[in-house]
């Protein structure tokens, strides 16, 4: 008999994650579903090269357009995909904006969790599928907690988003105990990739360099220097997200690097890999900074090695050339493009991100 294919179910689809996911549970032969929120441009750049016309026989990438603000959605999208995994990504993810738009953060990182438990649960219900959700929590939850981060440390927010997560979390933690439902948190330290978006710092920064590189900028603004964070690949950690719904029973689990580096020695490695200093060209704006800040993140990822087998493959080092080698090419083809009569915006350093 012909085994049917899982169906995983993912919000957050058209950000870095939801991509870096996307690509992998492809490959593992799943049928992947996307929420997207509708906008007035286009915003499914990062999963473009994924997606085929859903009248091709081949396609096995869906998209549904829906909000986590939105339950009347959730629950039709539960019941039109009927999956097997459902992988909440979605947020407003951005620390600082979480300062600027606070109520809006907890509706859709908080709230919007719940509402997405309750759409989960109802399907269970009726259909009495056993779905297995994955919950996409943040070391920003431990906040000013000292390193190194585990899954006995306490929770200690410092953020309107970082507060929302905790609610997230806690909501998965009381629907996995009350209703028994298959629900696990994976607490994420920092990953990046050429694919992060642009006003998280590795991201800003690595822009930058191409640019300044390319004579197309030469100033960069920034806030904190002095903020460490353990930054790890995005793609080494989708594969620990798939892993943990692959586990005999939902859990919570730490991802990190184990390694933490500060926002200067991101620079330092990053200016470095061409040759540039970036002494002079970083200068630093007070608005940047944060109402109260996250001084030092590094996670202790032992339980995710020893319970899935989990383990690193992409380093710092490795990380933020891969970040710079992109971004260099990217500014190449802009300069071409500018050098051609094209305009070429530089919106990275004017966003208060
Ligand atoms: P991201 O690039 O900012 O992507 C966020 C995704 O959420 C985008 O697809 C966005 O859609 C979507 N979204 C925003 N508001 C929404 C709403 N109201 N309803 C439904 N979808 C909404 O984030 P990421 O880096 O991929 O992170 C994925 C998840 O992991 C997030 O929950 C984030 O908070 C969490 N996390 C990230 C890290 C990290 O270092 N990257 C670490 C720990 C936890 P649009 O494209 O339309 O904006
Ligand atoms: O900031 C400092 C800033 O915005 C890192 C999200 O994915 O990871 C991310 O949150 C550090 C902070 O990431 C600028 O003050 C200095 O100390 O890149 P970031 P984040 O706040 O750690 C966690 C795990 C998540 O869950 C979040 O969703 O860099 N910093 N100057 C700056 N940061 C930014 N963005 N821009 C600056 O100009």
Same mark, same amino acid.
């Given at each position: 008999m012909k085994a049917t294919k899982k169906r995983a179910l993912i919000t957050g689809i058209t950000g870095q994650d939801g991509a870096f996911l996307s690509e992998f549970l492809l490959a593992k032969g799943y049928e992947v579903h996307g929420m997207i929120r509708r906008s007035s441009t286009f915003n499914t750049d990062r999963i473009d090269h994924l997606y085929r016309d859903p009248h091709d026989p081949s396609a096995q990438l869906f998209l549904h357009y829906g909000d986590l603000v939105d339950g009347g959605c959730l629950r039709r999208i539960m019941e039109r995909v009927q999956p097997d995994e459902v992988y909440n990504l979605g947020a407003q993810s951005h620390v600082r904006v979480s300062f600027e738009q606070p109520e809006y953060t907890a509706d859709v990182v908080g709230t919007g969790t719940l509402r997405l438990l309750e759409a989960v649960r109802d399907y269970i219900g009726v259909s009495g599928k056993p779905v297995r959700t994955y919950q996409a929590s943040s070391s920003e939850m431990f906040g000013t907690m000292p390193p190194p981060q585990s899954e006995r440390t306490p929770f200690y927010p410092r953020s309107p988003y970082a507060v929302s997560k905790v609610a997230a979390y806690y909501y998965a933690v009381n629907y996995r105990e009350a209703y028994g439902m298959f629900i696990t948190n994976g607490i994420l330290f920092n990953h990046e990739s050429p =694919? =992060?978006?642009?006003?998280?710092v590795t991201r800003k920064i690595t822009r930058a360099v191409g640019r300044i590189h390319c004579g197309l900028q030469d100033k960069l603004y920034l806030g904190n220097l002095d903020a460490y964070r353990d930054w790890g690949f995005a793609g080494d950690f989708v594969e620990a997200m798939w892993l943990m719904l692959q586990a005999p029973e939902p859990d919570d689990f730490v991802i990190a690097t184990g390694e933490s580096h500060s926002v200067r020695e991101m620079l330092d490695h990053a200016f470095g890999c061409l040759g540039l200093d970036w002494r002079a060209h970083v200068e630093i704006d007070p608005r940047l900074f944060r109402p109260s800040e996250v001084d030092h993140l590094r996670g202790d990822a032992s339980k995710a090695a020893k319970k899935l087998g989990w383990k690193v493959n992409v380093g710092f080092a490795d990380l933020v050339r891969m970040m710079v080698e992109h971004d260099l090419d990217l500014a190449r083809r802009e300069k071409s493009l500018r050098d051609n009569g094209f305009k070429v915006a530089l919106r990275g350093n004017h966003a208060q991100g």
């Open positions: =694919r =992060r978006g642009e006003t998280f």
